[in-house]
């Protein structure tokens, strides 16, 4: 007599971790791509240092109120997580709003959100040199096509026609991404021993404390007496959605996902922001344009498309 043959389990619980990970990458993405065009709105108005110390500002404050009401020992961190932390706000929240908020200055939302797109292959170059990781052909391929489709953004007739400045804006976005690239590289650190709330309130609260001296000379306290309604809605946006909200969710995506299949999901920012740049900006891409960012988001897919899982020697029999 044959005995019955073992039911199939199937583990839907173990795809869940994974599934939410990238719902949130993916939703901080759609929230990053929003704040490139409400940055792009208000750095008119209020100078880009004090915008910052404004967004992150009121964003670390909310997190700590909810960490102090909901769960307080999340504040509680060793003393050796303190450098890292301080490193990773002076990285994310001292140095990319600067170069974020003042390239928005002199170059389009949607211009901006296709050089931040370029953070996945900043991810796999910090990889490589970090973890000893090696590139292979289809990655080197997709980081020469996203190159390509960057250099077709760049001689864009809209954009050779805003001159040096709009230039220096492409290349300060750029900067940026690669700050972004590099605070995933270090927060995938820091997660190791804290929370991803912990890590994203003290890594807001420190960029925010060392960007105010530099906002207050700047005119932080003028640019407060100017806000009006308009003004003030954009930068509670900023703070809590565009901030505190989404740069949790990419934390969290972090702590359960590695820095570059995180960074994959800012090809999001330039679809988001260029389709609200055109709606509420009124801004116009080229032939040009479309070829580059369509150059891009494929050079991006080669460098982070998942490899083949490796056949299991013993198969089935």
């Avoid at 901080?28 to 108005?45: K, M, N, P, T, Y």
């Avoid at 116009?284 to 479309?290: I, M, N, Q, T």
């Amino acid at each position: 007599m044959s005995l019955p043959a073992e039911p199939v389990r199937l583990r839907p619980a173990a795809a869940r971790p994974g599934l939410g990970a990238n719902a949130g990458a993916a939703t901080a993405a759609v929230l990053f791509g929003a704040s490139v065009v409400a940055v792009r709105v208000a750095v008119q108005d209020i100078p880009p240092l004090s915008l910052a110390v404004l967004r992150f500002g009121q964003a670390a404050l909310l997190l700590v109120g909810a960490l102090l009401l909901a769960a307080p020992a999340r504040l509680r961190v060793q003393r050796r997580s303190l450098p890292l932390l301080i490193l990773l706000g002076a990285v994310l929240f001292t140095l990319f709003p600067v170069t974020f908020n003042a390239g928005l200055r002199w170059t389009e939302a949607s211009r901006g959100a296709l050089m931040l797109a370029t953070m996945p292959l900043w991810s796999a170059w910090l990889a490589r040199g970090v973890a000893g990781e090696r590139l292979a052909g289809r990655q080197l391929a997709g980081v020469v096509v996203s190159v390509l489709g960057i250099a077709l953004a760049f001689v864009e007739p809209r954009a050779l026609h805003g001159g040096a400045h709009a230039l220096i804006g492409d290349g300060l976005l750029l900067v940026t991404a690669l700050l972004g690239a590099l605070y995933g590289v270090l927060a995938k650190r820091a997660l190791a021993r804290d929370a991803a709330v912990t890590v994203t309130t003290y890594a807001m609260l420190f960029g925010a404390v060392l960007l105010a001296p530099a906002a207050l000379v700047e005119g932080l306290l003028p640019a407060l007496g100017r806000l009006d309604g308009r003004l003030l809605a954009l930068v509670v946006f900023l703070g809590v959605p565009g901030g505190a909200l989404a740069f949790f969710l990419w934390t969290w995506a972090l702590s359960r996902l590695t820095p570059t299949q995180v960074a994959v999901y800012v090809n999001l920012n330039p679809v988001v922001a260029a389709l609200l740049g055109i709606w509420l900006l009124g801004e116009r891409r080229s032939l040009g344009f479309a070829l580059g960012f369509a150059a891009v988001v494929a050079g991006v897919g080669l460098v982070n498309w998942p490899r083949p899982a490796a056949k299991d020697p013993r198969g089935s029999r």
